[in-house]
């Protein structure tokens, strides 16, 4: 089964500062590119542990006695841990991209490039799926998402053409779907526009954001003292959800002061931002928009 280079992959595992007698997570085991870096820099009594909700990726399975994946969505992360007897750790990573053989296998929908039903299910036992989405939220619910995950302008007009749509039929396909926004989808500007449209349902499917906060708020916990993450995001919601919980340690507002000014937060961060390579990206074009940040907790 076909999973591509791991992004940003030295600088990542670099960003961790691997102790050989740690203990590490990488919560997006995929194809397992970070895993086995991160393996190979472990002496052996160092620890990994690897989430994937993707049935998929049971495939890449790393055969190591320091290894462990764990077949779970990564925001019940604290809860899976300690059923194996581990309440802190040295290092979490999470590359938040949807995989390479996501993206290549038609039949999971995720991408423009093919006809597809609409699916977009990161964890296939999942209720919720892009057709439920485009078939059966109200307006009010489609322009929010359309709005708030891929920050489209037409936002309330396409959610009002989808839901005419509809009437007619059920829209069963990326074809259909496509069909439905055509007059949204401007030659020069279609891909673009598509792939924002993709993104913002696949958002609302799997909760990405929900998740990826559920993640951040547990890492205080997780992590030991000097602990460290190194998180790759994608988008700049999701970049803007690290970036700024790594410097307030919370998603809005600012932290509380003392008398003095002064606030206490949880991590601070390591360097500034990492971005590929020109190299990276031509050799990997998946990695054109990844922006890695590395945090230690205090």
Do not use: C
Request: no cysteine.
């Amino acid at each position: 089964m076909e999973y591509h280079n791991a992004v940003l992959l030295k600088e990542t595992v670099d960003g961790l500062a691997i102790k050989p007698d740690g203990v590490y997570v990488d919560v997006t085991f995929g194809g397992g590119g970070h895993s086995r870096e991160i393996l190979s820099r472990l002496g052996p009594n160092g620890k990994l542990y690897a989430f994937d909700q993707d049935k998929d990726a049971v495939v890449n399975t790393i055969d190591d006695e320091r290894f462990v994946l764990i077949g779970e969505n990564f925001r019940h992360i604290k809860r899976f841990l300690r059923f194996y007897g581990v309440r802190e750790v040295d290092g979490v990573l999470a590359d938040f991209g949807v995989s390479s053989h996501q993206f290549d296998v038609a039949e999971r929908g995720f991408s423009t490039r093919f006809e597809a039903d609409l699916d977009m299910r990161m964890n296939q036992e999942n209720k919720l799926s892009a057709f439920e989405v485009v078939n059966n939220y109200d307006e009010e619910q489609l322009k929010g998402v359309f709005l708030q995950y891929g920050e489209l302008r037409q936002a309330p007009a396409m959610a009002r053409v989808i839901v005419e749509a509809r009437k007619n039929e059920k829209i069963i396909t990326s074809e259909q779907l496509k069909t439905v926004l055509k007059k949204f989808l401007n030659h020069q500007k279609e891909n673009k526009v598509l792939a924002q449209i993709y993104q913002a349902i696949r958002i609302e499917v799997n909760q990405e954001i929900e998740v990826l906060k559920e993640l951040l708020l547990q890492m205080p916990e997780i992590l030991k003292k000097n602990g460290r993450l190194s998180f790759i995001s994608y988008h700049s919601l999701e970049d803007r959800l690290v970036k700024r919980f790594i410097r307030n340690g919370l998603f809005e507002g600012e932290p509380e002061r003392d008398v003095f000014g002064n606030f206490e937060v949880p991590l601070k961060k390591v360097g500034g931002l990492i971005i590929p390579s020109k190299e990276e990206i031509k050799v990997n074009n998946r990695a054109r928009s990844a922006k890695l940040r590395v945090a230690e907790k205090l």
